[in-house]
T-cell receptor, first 114, second 117 residues
Framework: DGGITQSPKYLFRKEGQNVTLSCEQN?????MYWYRQDPGQGLRLIYY???????QKGDIAEGYSVSREKKESFPLTVTSAQKNPTAFYLC?????????????FGQGTRLTVV | AQKVTQAQTEISVVEKEDVTLDCVYE???????LFWYKQPPSGELVFLIR??????QNEISGRYSWNFQKSTSSFNFTITASQVVDSAVYFC??????????????FGKGTHLIIQP
């Protein structure tokens, strides 16, 4: 079945460590996105990529990094510079046709700093 | 900058009641799209509807209906004869054309809808 796969579902990180969240899609979508969700908050855009080997910062990119070496994959690294990384992270993708296409979301990764 | 406001943090109704979720948006762009997503307890966001800024027709899909009014910058969502399975967090979102294509959605903070049996 076509869709977006995020792994792992739950992730625990010690303070000061970097950790990478995986996002893979088999929908042949050009655009991919990472959002962060905090309790009682909406989703905030971290990074997005419209084509391979290119990505742009979103509203809250500080302390995060991404890569887009393949169309299907858009991993997110939460670095030690991110001061409050505990949150729910959602990956999404959409056809690169501008603003009129809906984004499809993965099931999310819940990151907890211990 | 864009902004989406969902003033209702949580709504609780008894099953079979009708319920309306409010969404107010702000943008200086004349061309934009509005979306509604549902987030069940599993966490994944499920797409419900897309509406462009030039189409103010209301839409009905089964028990769901949407009322888009540009004059008040609102895009409200009504569930008729609510069911327990409708319990979820609902997000309203906005997308504008930046010239670069698909550069992400601006989300409201969501409304937690609780349908009691």
């Amino acid at each position: 079945d076509g869709g977006i796969t995020q792994s792992p579902k739950y992730l625990f990180r010690k303070e000061g460590q970097n950790v990478t969240l995986s996002c893979e899609q088999n929908l042949n979508h050009d655009a991919m996105y990472w959002y962060r969700q905090d309790p009682g908050q909406g989703l905030r855009l971290i990074y997005y990529s419209q084509i391979v080997n290119d990505f742009q910062k979103g509203d809250i990119a500080e302390g995060y990094s991404v890569s887009r070496e393949k169309k299907e994959s858009f991993p997110l690294t939460v670095t030690s510079a991110q001061k409050n990384p505990t949150a729910f992270y959602l990956c999404a993708s959409s056809i690169f046709q501008g603003m009129n296409t809906e984004a499809f979301f993965g099931q999310g990764t819940r990151l907890t700093v211990v | 900058a864009q902004k989406v406001t969902q003033a209702q943090t949580e709504i609780s109704v008894v099953e079979k009641e009708d319920v309306t979720l409010d969404c107010v948006y702000e943008t200086r762009d004349t061309t934009y799209y509005l979306f509604w997503y549902k987030q069940p307890p599993s966490g994944e966001l499920v797409f419900l509807i897309r509406r462009n800024s030039f189409d103010e027709q209301n839409e009905i899909s089964g028990r769901y209906s949407w009322n888009f009014q540009k004059s008040t910058s609102s895009f409200n969502f009504t569930i008729t004869a609510s069911q327990v399975v409708d319990s979820a967090v609902y997000f309203c979102a906005l997308s504008v054309y930046s010239g670069g294509g698909a550069d992400g959605l601006t989300f409201g903070k969501g409304t937690h809808l609780i349908i009691q049996p």
